[in-house]
């Protein structure tokens, strides 16, 4: 599933525009509160989408290679199981 371009696109988009290297980790409430504040309803919907099935594939390495690709963090597991579930449970 993961190996498919466009299957996380708005993720993608979020790690490259939002949550990109200038942005720490204790900064990314606030940075899920731009991107809620800056893009429409489409777009947080789609994100949220995308997030919710990553835990069904159970493709941990696929996701921490997809995260370190596109917004150049490194995360063991527990981290990116983390990372998405505060993006999930601060979407609007």
């Keep these: 599933m993961l190996n498919k371009a466009s299957a996380f696109e708005t993720f993608k988009y979020f790690l490259e525009c939002y949550?990109?290297?200038s942005a720490d980790y204790s900064e990314l409430e606030k940075v899920i509160a731009e991107f809620?504040?800056?893009e429409d309803i489409?777009?947080?919907k789609k994100l949220r989408a995308e997030l919710a099935t990553i835990p069904k594939l159970t493709e941990w390495e696929a996701?921490?290679?997809f995260i370190l690709k596109n917004g150049m963090r490194r995360m063991d597991e527990e981290r990116t199981k983390w990372f998405i579930e505060v993006i999930i449970d601060h979407l609007k």
């Design 19 to 21: 949550f990109n290297m």
């Design 36 to 38: 809620n504040s800056f």
């Design 42 to 44: 489409k777009n947080r």
């Design 63 to 65: 996701i921490q290679t």
